[in-house]
């Protein structure tokens, strides 16, 4: 009698071993799943950021050449305006010198030559000023 009680205290403990056991094979394949979609959403993480890195990147590299853009187009649009202003006042000065030209004892001839010498010569002031 004594010793069935100790086959079935043996029997019972290599019950509870096998029990633990194989409630330790169950977690652990649980586990298994969650880490391998864990790893698998981890991958997919990596991807996403490096895109994320190529997108911001070439982002900030438009925005770079966008300001060089603007920095340029400014000094363009000043360097237009100064030429305007040039060609303004030329404008103003040769409508000065017409408008003081003693034209009764002037021929045709010779008005035309004068207004002929102050458009080529408005055609010029133009031409240097804008092809810089």
């Known amino acids: ?5 100790k086959l079935w205290i043996a029997i019972g403990g290599i019950g509870v071993i096998v029990a633990l056991g194989f409630a330790a094979y169950k977690f652990y394949d649980s586990q ?3 880490i391998e979609r864990l790893q698998k959403d981890n991958a997919i993480l990596s991807e996403n950021n490096i895109k994320l890195d190529n997108a ?3 982002r900030d590299e438009a ?17 237009l305006a100064k030429s305007t202003q040039l060609s303004e ?16 004892g002037i021929s045709l001839d010779e008005l035309l030559l004068i207004v002929n010498g102050e458009i080529n010569e408005i055609f010029d002031s133009i031409e240097r000023d804008t092809s810089r």
């Open 32 to 34: 298994r799943d969650t």
């Open 1 to 5: 009698m004594f010793s069935s009680i």
């Open 63 to 79: 925005i770079r050449k966008l300001n060089e853009f603007n920095d340029r187009q400014n000094a363009l649009n000043s360097e």
């Open 89 to 104: 006042s030329k404008l103003a000065e040769i409508r000065e010198r017409i408008a003081n030209q003693d034209l009764q």
């Open 56 to 58: 911001v990147k070439s």
